[in-house]
């Protein structure tokens, strides 16, 4: 036989050989992916959401791309999300990128920070206005490619135990609050606590913790916390619109074709929409059973509480912001995305909302 023809041969049948052996990886062009996240198993809005991205991921590559989703402590610990992608255990995590505030300050912009972006105004500053670039920047740097997929809205301030009435109010307190807000409310004299979601309620009942922000109506219901304490306040200073990503392994991400990656970043924009849309529906509804069923008593902050927490919240973002050069690229753009949001706002939206409170009877049911 000849030389060549014996290559040509041997090279022919190994392809087919490992096309038979390997038929549903390769020759179908398929791939399994695994999904961590840090919510508990199918939680509303959060855990459920997960689900729904990977599914619309699948549905819209025709079944090239399947991804497991696993609830947080199914195959690593809540807040052990990032490094379990970093390092390839896992190929992508679905969770609040303020998580990995310890990795590097940064990271907490991508999701929310105190008196900072709403939900929309989050999606500008990433899309118009850099934010998504500087994100990769940071995130490359640990081996992760984050895209936003979910979004709950504002959040609430959360539940405590006794009233809120003054800043001196806040000394002593422990409290439950991820994030730049905990480092606000520390230096106001509490001590703030980083708990996944899952282990919040037994914290709170045992009496572990005085208070715990979480998320919304929606959520909070959900996990009944409600049933430990009464005063409820709105709306959170710290999260007025939190993002929630997915973060790929950046090698896994960088091995998609340019199209699977143009269907999924088209995927988790659709999922931060209709998410922000669930999570206002949902909460509206909530909101209503727990004061009307379950005699919960809303509190708002008074202004002399949020001016002061604004001015420490001020304090805390210009000491991050000199961290290093990243940061405080990250921190400059992001504070001309809100100046320019607050600009707006201020001659559209909130004239609007005040013009529609002027005239209570303005559509009733018939």
Same mark, same amino acid.
């Given at each position: #036989?000849?030389?060549?023809? !014996?290559?040509?041969?041997?090279?022919?049948?190994?392809?087919?050989? $490992?096309? =038979?052996?390997?038929?549903?990886?390769?020759?179908?062009?398929?791939?399994?992916?695994?999904?961590?996240?840090?919510?508990?198993?199918?939680?509303?809005?959060?855990?459920?959401?997960?689900?729904?991205?990977?599914?619309?991921?699948?549905?819209?590559?025709?079944?090239?791309?399947?991804?497991?989703?696993?609830?947080?402590?199914?195959?690593?610990?809540?807040?052990? $999300? !990032?490094?379990?992608? @970093?390092? =390839?255990?896992?190929?992508?995590?679905?969770?609040?990128?303020?998580?990995?505030?310890?990795?590097?300050? $940064? !990271?907490?912009?991508?999701?929310?920070?105190?008196?900072?972006?709403?939900?929309?105004?989050?999606?500008?500053?990433?899309?118009?206005?850099?934010?998504?670039?500087?994100?990769?920047? *940071?995130?490359?740097?640990?081996?992760?490619?984050?895209?936003?997929?979910?979004?709950?809205?504002?959040?609430?301030?959360?539940?405590?135990?006794?009233?809120?009435?003054?800043?001196?109010?806040?000394?002593? *307190?422990?409290?439950?609050?991820?994030?730049?807000?905990?480092?606000?409310?520390? @230096?106001?004299?509490?001590?703030?606590?980083?708990?996944? =979601?899952?282990?919040?309620?037994?914290?709170?009942?045992?009496?572990?913790?005085?208070?715990?922000?979480?998320?919304?109506?929606?959520?909070?219901?959900?996990?009944?916390?409600?049933?430990?304490?009464?005063?409820?306040?709105?709306?959170?200073?710290?999260?007025?619109?939190?993002?929630?990503?997915?973060?790929?392994?950046?090698?896994?991400? %960088?091995?998609?074709?340019?199209?699977?990656?143009?269907?999924?970043?088209?995927?988790?924009?659709?999922?931060?929409?209709?998410?922000?849309?669930?999570?206002?529906?949902? %909460?509206?509804?909530? *909101?209503?059973?727990?004061? &009307?069923?379950?005699?919960?008593?809303?509190?708002?902050?008074?202004?002399?509480?949020?001016?002061? *927490?604004? @001015?420490?919240?001020?304090?805390? #973002?210009?000491?991050?912001?000199?961290?290093?050069?990243?940061?405080?690229?990250?921190?400059?753009?992001? #504070? &001309?995305?809100?100046?320019?949001?607050?600009?707006? @706002?201020?001659?559209?939206?909130?004239?609007?909302?005040?013009?529609?409170?002027?005239?209570? %009877?303005?559509?009733?049911?018939?």
């Amino acid at each position: #036989m000849k030389r060549r023809t !014996f290559l040509t041969t041997t090279a022919g049948g190994a392809v087919a050989t $490992a096309a =038979g052996l390997s038929a549903p990886a390769y020759a179908t062009g398929k791939r399994r992916l695994k999904m961590v996240t840090t919510w508990p198993k199918k939680f509303p809005g959060l855990g459920t959401r997960a689900e729904e991205f990977a599914k619309d991921i699948e549905t819209a590559t025709d079944g090239r791309l399947r991804i497991k989703v696993y609830a947080g402590n199914e195959l690593v610990p809540p807040l052990g $999300a !990032f490094d379990a992608v @970093r390092g =390839g255990k896992a190929d992508i995590y679905h969770g609040s990128e303020y998580y990995w505030q310890g990795k590097h300050k $940064a !990271f907490s912009f991508f999701t929310a920070i105190p008196f900072g972006l709403t939900a929309m105004e989050q999606s500008q500053w990433l899309n118009y206005g850099g934010g998504q670039k500087l994100w990769d920047e *940071l995130s490359g740097k640990f081996n992760i490619k984050a895209l936003v997929c979910t979004n709950s809205g504002v959040q609430m301030g959360g539940w405590f135990k006794k009233e809120i009435n003054s800043i001196e109010d806040f000394k002593g *307190l422990r409290i439950r609050i991820p994030g730049l807000g905990g480092e606000v409310l520390k @230096r106001l004299g509490a001590t703030p606590v980083t708990k996944a =979601g899952g282990e919040i309620y037994l914290a709170l009942s045992q009496g572990n913790i005085d208070a715990s922000e979480w998320v919304g109506p929606w959520n909070d219901l959900a996990f009944g916390f409600h049933n430990i304490t009464k005063y409820y306040y709105t709306s959170a200073f710290q999260e007025p619109g939190a993002a929630i990503a997915a973060g790929f392994n950046l090698d896994v991400w %960088n091995s998609l074709s340019k199209a699977d990656q143009a269907i999924i970043r088209a995927v988790a924009g659709d999922n931060y929409q209709k998410s922000l849309a669930e999570f206002n529906s949902r %909460n509206a509804a909530s *909101l209503r059973a727990l004061v &009307d069923k379950h005699g919960v008593l809303l509190r708002t902050y008074s202004d002399e509480i949020l001016i002061a *927490l604004a @001015r420490t919240s001020d304090e805390v #973002m210009q000491e991050i912001a000199t961290t290093d050069d990243l940061t405080k690229r990250i921190y400059n753009s992001y #504070m &001309d995305t809100r100046r320019a949001a607050m600009e707006w @706002r201020a001659i559209a939206d909130e004239p609007y909302l005040r013009s529609r409170h002027l005239y209570e %009877n303005y559509g009733k049911r018939l």
